[in-house]
């Protein structure tokens, strides 16, 4: 029973950087041993309903024609993955914004706002540089997929 267009896929995957960094996996033991545990995260198969949107493009198109059972290796470039950062997301606000809070924004680090989840790319007397691209836009990464179980759509 192959995986087609309509169908719900159960899923693990394992995602990598380019160098074989991993980024994200299902498999709690893989966090655990790359570094990228989270403790308040439940590990397992994910279930997804090929072509509806639930996933990037890339894993859609390499899911379909999969078997349960089956694993396969996938390269996705930004156009199908994350996108490619876009001038537009990144927006500078005044550091008042942040002292009004109490919060200290510090280069890199990550902030929670009323549009979204943005990373502090730069902090200046004058303003605070937030970027709302999605952390791997621009990237192509890996995955290594295998199929748990499909589910048939409706025909």
């Keep these: 029973m192959k995986v087609e267009k309509g169908d719900t896929v159960v899923f693990n995957y394992v995602g990598r950087f380019e160098d074989g960094e991993v980024f994200d996996t299902s498999y ?4 655990k041993s790359a570094g990228v545990y989270v403790e308040e995260r439940e590990y397992g198969p994910i279930e997804a309903r090929v072509g509806e949107g639930e996933i990037i493009p890339g894993l859609e198109e390499a899911l379909i024609g999969m078997e349960k059972g089956e694993k396969k290796v996938v390269s996705v470039p930004p156009e199908k993955g994350y996108g490619m950062p876009r001038g537009e997301l990144r927006i500078p606000v005044s550091p008042e914004q942040f002292s009004s809070t109490g919060l200290e924004p510090v280069e890199g680090m990550y902030v929670m706002t009323d549009a979204g989840m943005a990373k502090i790319v730069s902090v200046s007397e004058k303003a605070v540089l937030l970027d ?24």
């Design 28 to 31: 709690e033991d893989v966090a």
């Design 132 to 155: 709302f691209n999605h952390p791997l836009a621009g990237k192509t990464v890996t995955f290594e997929i295998e199929v748990v179980d499909v589910k048939k759509g409706p025909d």
